[in-house]
Nanobody, 123 residues
Framework: EVQVVESGGGLVQAGGSLRLSCVVS????????VGWFRQVPGREREAVSC????????YYADSVKGRFTISSDNVKNMVYLQMNSLEHEDTAVYYC????????????????WGKGTPVAVSS
């Protein structure tokens, strides 16, 4: 059984930092990409970042380039999203998803999803 669990969300002031963590069980990180997506109620889901160890690919949405960094620990099956210089516009529920494509701009190709962790950035 595949399980995806996010953690690390919270409330932070603009300019601050958060690190999101995602633990994935049942998926081989060496073969499958893992991505972070975010969604604001009433708006479409947005791909934030992804990493594919097999292909040596990392992807960042233009809106987070230079501020967010994705990394993985394939031994622990963990993926992290370090978010710096947070802006009010980064406020969303952040989801981790595994097995699919990197990049996957819509998330439609990702097979397994966590329940999300909320991030709120006060301006």
């Amino acid at each position: 059984e595949v399980q995806v669990v996010e953690s690390g969300g919270g409330l932070v002031q603009a300019g601050g930092s958060l690190r999101l963590s995602c633990v994935v069980s049942g998926v081989n990180f060496d073969d499958e990409p893992v991505g972070w997506f975010r969604q604001v109620p009433g708006r479409e889901r947005e791909a934030v970042s992804c990493i594919s160890s097999e292909d040596g690919i990392t992807y960042y949405a233009d809106s987070v380039k230079g501020r967010f960094t994705i990394s993985s620990d394939n031994v622990k099956n963990m993926v992290y999203l370090q978010m710096n210089s947070l802006e009010h516009e980064d406020t969303a529920v952040y989801y981790c998803a595994a097995e699919g494509g990197c990049p996957d701009y819509t998330g439609d190709a990702m097979n397994y999803w966590g329940k999300g962790t909320p991030v709120a950035v006060s301006s």
